[in-house]
């Protein structure tokens, strides 16, 4: 069995100074807009709104046109995430074979919807489009570790076995 803890390692708080570097390391980049979305993320766990500006800056964007880039890509998070990320996929094969139950499901369990984060900060559920491994739908990943032919039972068992 796989023990690994894939759990959210901590994140940095915010800091500028740490901002600005991954963004003038981005910033010369073809598609450097991109990779410092990915590099602010992977350094908070979000993107802080008051990276904005920042972003626009060195791109020579609006505020709103960064915005609108990272609204457009669901991996890119408004707020931390909880210490572990459930992600269920909502595509149309994961969808034909059960996924919106089990998401109902799974939201009833934890009392948030995808999206949202439990109020202890544990589990942060969220939606993904097709994670390429529709044979065996409907798929999850926890922690970025993929499941396959997920359903409720196994899912809770999943779930119960979080630190
Ligand atoms: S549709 Fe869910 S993995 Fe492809």
Redesign the pocket.
Known sequence: MDTRDNSRPDRAAWDQDEARRIITRCAALKGGLMEALHGIQGAFGYIPAESYDMLADAFNLSGAEVYGVKSFYHDFRDTPAGHHVIKI???????ARG?RLLTAHVEKLLGIRLGETTANERITLEP???????A????ITINDKLY?RMDEDRLEGLLGKLG
């Open positions: 996929c909502q595509a149309e094969s994961c969808q996924s993904v489009y097709c994670l390429g491994n529709c065996v739908s409907p798929n396959g």
